[in-house]
C-alpha cells in the first residue's frame, strides 16, 4: 500500500538503560506529545499555599471521576517538589486546566521559588476559597477540579522519578463562556495549552480537527476498499482510514449512479478505466475532493467504480 507514511524509514534504536536520566527525559517529552497542562494548587500542614503545573498529567477514569498527575524527582539531585511535600501532609489539590491566555503566568509559576512563597503572587494570579478542599482555586482558569488524594504511588528514589498523585474529583467548577449547548466544555472557548519537549507547547485551538471514533460502528476497514485506491500514488493513510471507518461498502446502484456521474462529467474519458490511467487519476482527485467537502458517503461511492489492472 502506498501513502504519505515511509515505510522505509531508517531507525536508531535506543536503549535507556545506561543513558544519562536528562536524556531519557528529553527523549520521553519530546516524543510524547502533547501533553495536557494541570496547575495544581496545594497547601502544608502550615496552610502555606503552593502553584505548579505538572505536563505528566491526564484523566484515567469516570466512575469515580479521577485524575492522575506525576510531581517528579528533580533530576539534578532526586529532591522532591513542594507539591508533593504537600500532598503528603494534606490530601488534597485543585487541578486547574490551563488556558492560552495564562500560558506565561502558568510557566512563571513553574520556577523553583524557596519553600513558603506563595506562586500565586509571584504569577499574578488570583485565589479564590474552594468549597470542599483546602488549597484554593485559580480564578483566572476556566475549569477547577477540587480533588482529595486517594494515593500517591512513587515510582522509584532516583531523580527523575515520578510520583503518582491519583486524585479524585469531589467538586468542580466549569466557565460559562467556555461550555457548549451541552453544558460540556467547547475545545475552541477554552483554548488549552499542551506541553512538548523543551520550551515547545501546542495550542488546542489553533488547528482543531475531528476524527469519527470508529467505536460508534464497526467501520468495514481499509482491506475491504479496492485494491486500486490502495495502491494509488498519493494515497494517505488519513484517507484510507476515514473511507474505511464507514460502515459497509456502497451498494451496486449507489456506484453506478457514481459511475454515470463521473462518466457525465468526463465523456472524452476513455472507459472502462485502468489503473495507472489519466482517467484513473482523474477519478481518484475527484476522490479526495468529495472526502475533503465531508462527503465521504459519496466518495466511496466513487472509489467503487470498477478499474481494471493496468494493461
Given at each position: 500500500?502506498?501513502?504519505?507514511?515511509?515505510?522505509?524509514?531508517?531507525?536508531?534504536?535506543?536503549?535507556?538503560?545506561?543513558?544519562?536520566?536528562?536524556?531519557?527525559?528529553?527523549?520521553l517529552?519530546?516524543?510524547?506529545?502533547?501533553?495536557?497542562?494541570?496547575?495544581?494548587?496545594?497547601?502544608?500542614?502550615?496552610?502555606?499555599?503552593?502553584?505548579?503545573?505538572?505536563?505528566?498529567?491526564?484523566?484515567?477514569?469516570?466512575?469515580?471521576?479521577?485524575?492522575?498527575?506525576?510531581?517528579?524527582?528533580?533530576v539534578?539531585?532526586g529532591?522532591?517538589?513542594?507539591?508533593?511535600?504537600?500532598?503528603?501532609e494534606?490530601?488534597?489539590?485543585?487541578?486547574?486546566?490551563?488556558?492560552?491566555?495564562?500560558?506565561?503566568?502558568?510557566?512563571?509559576?513553574?520556577?523553583?521559588?524557596?519553600?513558603?512563597v506563595?506562586?500565586?503572587t509571584?504569577?499574578?494570579?488570583?485565589?479564590?476559597?474552594?468549597?470542599?478542599?483546602q488549597?484554593?482555586?485559580?480564578?483566572?482558569?476556566?475549569v477547577?477540579?477540587?480533588?482529595?488524594?486517594?494515593e500517591?504511588?512513587p515510582?522509584?528514589?532516583?531523580?527523575?522519578?515520578?510520583?503518582?498523585?491519583?486524585?479524585?474529583v469531589?467538586?468542580?467548577?466549569?466557565?460559562?463562556d467556555?461550555l457548549?449547548a451541552?453544558?460540556?466544555?467547547?475545545?475552541?472557548?477554552?483554548d488549552?495549552?499542551?506541553?512538548?519537549?523543551?520550551?515547545?507547547y501546542?495550542?488546542?485551538?489553533?488547528?482543531?480537527?475531528e476524527?469519527?471514533?470508529?467505536?460508534?460502528?464497526?467501520g468495514?476497514?481499509?482491506?475491504?476498499?479496492?485494491?486500486?485506491?490502495?495502491?494509488?500514488?498519493?494515497?494517505?493513510?488519513?484517507?484510507?482510514?476515514?473511507?474505511?471507518?464507514?460502515?459497509?461498502?456502497?451498494?451496486?446502484?449507489?456506484?453506478?449512479?457514481?459511475?454515470?456521474?463521473?462518466?457525465?462529467?468526463?465523456?472524452?474519458?476513455?472507459?472502462?478505466?485502468?489503473?495507472?490511467d489519466?482517467?484513473?487519476?482523474?477519478?481518484?482527485?475527484?476522490i479526495?475532493?468529495?472526502?475533503?467537502?465531508?462527503?465521504?458517503?459519496?466518495?466511496?461511492?466513487?472509489?467503487?467504480?470498477?478499474?481494471?489492472?493496468?494493461?
Amino acid at each position: 500500500m502506498s501513502n504519505q507514511v515511509p515505510l522505509n524509514r531508517i531507525f536508531r534504536e535506543w536503549d535507556p538503560r545506561g543513558q544519562a536520566t536528562a536524556t531519557v527525559q528529553q527523549i520521553l517529552q519530546s516524543a510524547v506529545a502533547p501533553r495536557p497542562v494541570a496547575l495544581v494548587s496545594t497547601v502544608n500542614a502550615q496552610g502555606e499555599v503552593n502553584l505548579s503545573p505538572f505536563s505528566f498529567f491526564n484523566v484515567f477514569s469516570a466512575d469515580p471521576p479521577v485524575l492522575i498527575f506525576s510531581p517528579a524527582r528533580r533530576v539534578r539531585d532526586g529532591s522532591t517538589k513542594h507539591t508533593l511535600d504537600n500532598v503528603m501532609e494534606v490530601p488534597e489539590v485543585v487541578v486547574q486546566v490551563v488556558p492560552y491566555a495564562l500560558v506565561e503566568q502558568v510557566s512563571l509559576a513553574s520556577a523553583e521559588y524557596p519553600s513558603g512563597v506563595n506562586e500565586f503572587t509571584k504569577a499574578g494570579l488570583t485565589a479564590l476559597p474552594s468549597k470542599r478542599v483546602q488549597p484554593p482555586r485559580v480564578a483566572e482558569s476556566p475549569v477547577q477540579f477540587e480533588c482529595k488524594v486517594l494515593e500517591v504511588k512513587p515510582l522509584g528514589q532516583n531523580g527523575g522519578a515520578g510520583n503518582l498523585v491519583i486524585c479524585e474529583v469531589i467538586y468542580a467548577h466549569l466557565a460559562e463562556d467556555v461550555l457548549d449547548a451541552n453544558g460540556v466544555p467547547d475545545p475552541r472557548a477554552l483554548d488549552p495549552v499542551a506541553r512538548l519537549g523543551g520550551d515547545w507547547y501546542s495550542r488546542a485551538a489553533g488547528a482543531l480537527f475531528e476524527v469519527p471514533k470508529p467505536n460508534r460502528h464497526c467501520g468495514m476497514g481499509v482491506d475491504a476498499l479496492p485494491a486500486w485506491l490502495q495502491q494509488q500514488p498519493g494515497i494517505t493513510g488519513n484517507l484510507l482510514g476515514r473511507l474505511g471507518n464507514l460502515s459497509a461498502p456502497p451498494d451496486a446502484s449507489k456506484i453506478l449512479e457514481a459511475q454515470e456521474r463521473f462518466r457525465a462529467l468526463h465523456p472524452q474519458g476513455s472507459f472502462p478505466l485502468r489503473a495507472g490511467d489519466p482517467g484513473c487519476y482523474v477519478l481518484f482527485q475527484q476522490i479526495l475532493q468529495l472526502a475533503e467537502k465531508g462527503a465521504l458517503d459519496e466518495a466511496l461511492a466513487l472509489a467503487f467504480v470498477p478499474v481494471g489492472d493496468a494493461s
